[in-house]
């Protein structure tokens, strides 16, 4: 039978310092809960909204995937590794720290602010050579489907981590549904409703609402109105 753990938008930990207006759906910085320190491998899921000219300093990661999906503005990125690139809505971006590698993200606007989604997964394999991708999709194709923006090989759609992990966004009409068949066994599932109202195996989701899923082969996804969803499949086992 499958396992579920829901997450309302409201019991999500909240840190605003102005320039950075930050939820954490799992324990991160100055918000611990023992309860929620990570979904199998998804370790952080920061809905992040930054102010017009600011953004993070120059700061050190190591042996994590690291995934930002811009949900409205543009988001600016340099890294120690020589890369530059600016993200928008419609982008993925992933950074394999690995060994280790310094970055900085910034908004790339002084008059506006930017709206992204920064994702941790735990890697399958340590000490890998750090790695940076960006790709661009039409947010049309994933008009009533669920468009795979990441995978664990190069040779699949979307970018690609060290985990057997898969991302979906879908963009829906109100009364859509469909299913959602896991990839890999004993995987599970984190869906995240980035905008209205969604029904997942019988669960009423509503914007910024999370629901894990695990201990199942599939699972069915209703838009209760036009609704805006994130799925990471992911392996349960850190």
């Known amino acids: ?6 997450h309302r ?15 954490h759906t799992f324990s991160f910085a100055g918000y611990h809960d023992p309860a929620r320190v990570h979904f199998g491998v998804l370790r952080v899921l920061n809905d992040d909204t930054v ?11 190591d042996n994590m995937e690291i995934i930002s999906i811009p949900l409205a503005g543009a988001l600016e990125h340099q890294d120690s590794m020589g890369n530059r690139g600016i993200i928008r ?10 060994t280790g590698v310094a970055h900085s993200e910034k908004n790339h606007h002084a008059d506006q602010e930017v709206r992204f989604l920064q994702i941790w997964v735990f890697p399958n394999r340590r000490g ?19 468009q795979q923006v990441l995978s664990p090989s190069p040779d699949d759609a979307g970018v690609w981590i060290h985990q057997d992990a898969w991302f979906h966004l879908g963009q829906l009409d109100a009364g859509f549904s469909t299913t959602y068949e896991l990839k890999k066994p004993g995987n599970g599932v984190y869906v995240f409703v980035l905008e209205g109202d969604v029904t997942v195996d019988g ?32 392996p349960m086992t850190v």
Do not use: C, K
């Open 51 to 61: 102010a017009g000219g600011r953004g993070f300093g120059t700061h050190p990661h």
């Open 128 to 146: 890998v050579p750090p790695r940076y991708d960006q790709q661009s999709f039409q947010v049309e194709d994933r008009h009533n489907q669920l």
């Open 9 to 23: 938008a409201n019991t999500r930990g909240h840190a605003n310092h102005g320039w950075l207006n930050s939820y």
């Open 1 to 6: 039978m499958a396992q579920t753990i829901l």
């Open 89 to 98: 809505r419609g982008d993925v971006q992933v950074m394999s720290a690995g």
């Open 203 to 234: 669960q009423a989701l509503h914007r910024r609402d999370g629901l894990g899923i695990w201990d199942t082969d599939r699972l069915e996804l209703r838009a209760d109105g036009p609704a805006e969803v994130l799925l990471m499949e992911v």
